[in-house]
């Protein structure tokens, strides 16, 4: 009996140490998937790119000039990473409950990509401890911290800066005038709360930059 036991012990400990140094090789193999200098990092997009394909399956409501203002924080096809599986997913609808923003996203240790598609644009975000680098349509639009969007490059242009806001909205800056707030997820209430608030006309490029920060606040990257 005790010699049963014992393997019975020997094989779950065997087990759990197998596991073990199977997610920690995954965990490592993802972290260096996530350097953009590497050949892995176009593999690693395009895992990504493939599991919004079959999530968003050509149903996304077209992108137009009013969609930002009825974009919703509800989120459906929500999936979290599990022990194996590091990636999550998950799309967004409108305040009329069309789908419009579709995600995918992989996070290893303090380092983590996501990209994010709408029927025109993608953006893809790479996060390293507390920098957040942006990409738009595979051309760079700038770098997160500390609250601020820089513009690529050289100088380092201002691109937004959120400000400090309530619980429930998080002013963003835009040029020399507020031109939005961004809704807390947690905060929001009633059954299609919106993801943000216009708060005056913006350009192309002026959205594009609203529109990432209101992706990483809602899918907190």
């Known amino acids: 009996m005790r010699i049963f036991f014992f393997l019975i012990t020997l094989v779950v400990t065997a087990g759990f140490f197998i596991s073990g140094v199977v997610m920690l090789l995954a965990r490592a193999i993802g972290q260096l998937s996530l350097n953009p200098q590497s050949a892995a990092w176009k593999r690693t997009l395009a895992k990504l790119r493939e599991r919004i394909r079959k999530q968003a399956d050509k149903?996304?409501?077209?992108?137009?000039?009013?969609?930002?203002?009825?974009?919703?924080t509800n989120r459906t096809i929500i999936k979290k990473p599990g022990f194996f599986d590091l990636y999550s997913e998950g799309m967004y609808s409108t305040i009329y409950q069309e789908p419009v923003l579709v995600?995918?996203?992989?996070?290893?240790?303090?380092?983590?990509?996501?990209?994010?598609?709408?029927?025109?644009?993608?953006?893809?975000?790479?996060?390293?401890?507390?920098?957040?680098?942006?990409?738009?349509?595979?051309?760079?639009?700038?770098?997160?911290?500390?609250?601020?969007?820089?513009?690529?490059?050289?100088?380092?242009?201002?691109?937004?800066?959120?400000?400090?806001?309530?619980?429930?909205?998080?002013?963003?800056?835009?040029?020399?005038?507020?031109?939005?707030?961004?809704?807390?997820?947690?905060?929001?209430?009633?059954?299609?709360p919106r993801a943000l608030t216009l708060l005056r006309t913006l350009d192309l490029n002026e959205e594009n930059a609203l529109l990432a920060l209101t992706i990483l606040k809602m899918t907190k990257l």
Do not use: C, H
Not at 59 to 72: A, F, I, K
Not at 103 to 119: C, D, H, R
Not at 120 to 131: A, I, S
Not at 144 to 152: I, Q
């Open 59 to 72: 149903n996304l409501v077209p992108w137009d000039t009013e969609m930002l203002g009825l974009l919703s």
């Open 103 to 192: 995600y995918a996203a992989l996070k290893t240790g303090k380092t983590s990509v996501l990209v994010a598609s709408t029927s025109d644009r993608e953006f893809v975000f790479r996060q390293k401890d507390k920098e957040i680098e942006i990409w738009l349509n595979e051309q760079p639009l700038g770098l997160f911290v500390d609250g601020t969007l820089l513009a690529p490059g050289r100088g380092s242009k201002l691109l937004a800066r959120m400000e400090g806001g309530t619980e429930a909205s998080l002013p963003v800056l835009i040029g020399d005038k507020t031109a939005a707030a961004i809704t807390n997820p947690e905060q929001a209430s009633g059954p299609n």
